[in-house]
């Protein structure tokens, strides 16, 4: 039966005994849909183990780290609560957003380009409560009337903006695979990079190999075990204060292939948490998708579709132009 939930210095404090149908199950398993219920949101499983393990969580007045301890029915839990620790981090940085007209780059009907801003997952997650670019794109089509369900041959991280393409008439979607299969869709991103110890060349490409990064690791690796080849061709367009602007065009398509690559090669991606090191504070991952060509699926016709640069990078650029004593 639920108790009378309670406020500690530290946070809420959530207070419930053991009921009979729990009895049994380990304390994560009965913790997790609690702590849901009282969040009104998932709680990854990663976060619940935390808790315990940090010694929030206590049974009956007694402190247990130990998440797969079996509860007894009638046992008294009392869990910290604190909702900032508790969500996935991930969501904690989502930003709010609304698809409008003005973030529709082209459409004909039968292929749809959306500017996609940072902080916004392209596919749905785990978690139902969180929105995404697929879900916003849906939800655009429905309120004009449209019956087309948007088909996803590309995705963009989160934390990064711009181009993305979507087929809208199920005709067009083997020639749109066809197209980023065959390399035969371009996409151009830009980065700011931290800058590298060693000049780069203005052109250059990157071949490196890359495969998954291990159990408990995030991201990819260069090399290694069922590594796959991966490319990506890089242009240095501006030298800034202790970082590059740079072009990016991956060859192939290969999972963070960009952000893998440019840290591979001394020139990681400013605001990577994951594949960056120390540099300059900003807002979130400096990574755009500025323009994306590719054959039109049903036409032939050259698709040329561009993104502007979004305002936070653009007040990134600024800021380390105005470092170096240019004129922004």
């Excluded at 998440?67 to 940085?93: D, F, I, M, N, Y």
């Excluded at 409560?129 to 004009?144: I, K, M, Q």
């Excluded at 250059?204 to 290694?224: D, N």
Aim: hydrophobic residues 45%; charged residues 25%; proline residues 9%.
């Amino acid at each position: 039966m639920a108790g009378h939930p309670g406020k500690g210095q530290d946070g809420e404090r959530l207070e419930r005994r053991v009921a009979a149908h729990e009895a049994g199950r380990r304390l994560v398993d009965v913790l997790s849909p609690w702590l849901r219920e009282r969040l009104s949101d998932p709680v990854p499983m990663a976060r619940v183990r935390a808790l315990v393990a940090a010694g929030g969580v206590r049974v009956d007045g007694v402190v247990v780290r130990a998440a797969g301890r079996p509860l007894r029915r009638g046992e008294h839990v009392q869990a910290l609560v604190r909702p900032t620790l508790l969500r996935a981090r991930a969501s904690l940085l989502d930003r709010p957003f609304e698809l409008r007209p003005a973030h529709i780059l082209f459409d004909d009907g039968v292929v749809l380009a959306v500017d996609k801003p940072p902080g916004l997952p392209t596919h749905a997650t785990a978690d139902p409560a969180r929105p995404s670019l697929v879900a916003h794109v849906e939800r655009f089509l429905r309120a004009r009337g449209s019956p087309a369900i948007p088909a996803v041959h590309q995705r963009l991280d989160r934390d990064t903006s711009g181009v993305v393409l979507f087929g809208l008439d199920p005709r067009a979607n083997a020639g749109l695979a066809h197209a980023f299969a065959e390399r035969l869709a371009k996409k151009t991103y830009l980065a700011i990079t931290l800058s590298s110890s060693v000049r780069p060349a203005r052109r250059f490409r990157i071949s490196a190999p890359l495969g998954a990064a291990g159990r408990g690791r995030e991201g990819v690796r260069v090399g290694g075990k069922g590594a796959k080849p991966a490319e990506t061709d890089v242009v240095v367009r501006e030298l800034l204060e202790g970082a590059f602007l740079v072009e990016a065009s991956p060859l192939t398509g290969r999972r963070h292939q960009l952000r893998a690559h440019l840290a591979h090669a001394g020139l990681p991606v400013l605001g990577d948490r994951v594949y960056g090191g120390p540099g300059p504070k900003v807002p979130r991952l400096m990574l755009h998708a500025w323009r994306l060509a590719l054959p039109h699926p049903m036409t032939g016709e050259r698709l040329e579709i561009e993104s502007p640069i979004p305002a936070d990078l653009a007040d990134v650029l600024a800021s380390l132009r105005r470092a170096l004593g240019l004129d922004c």
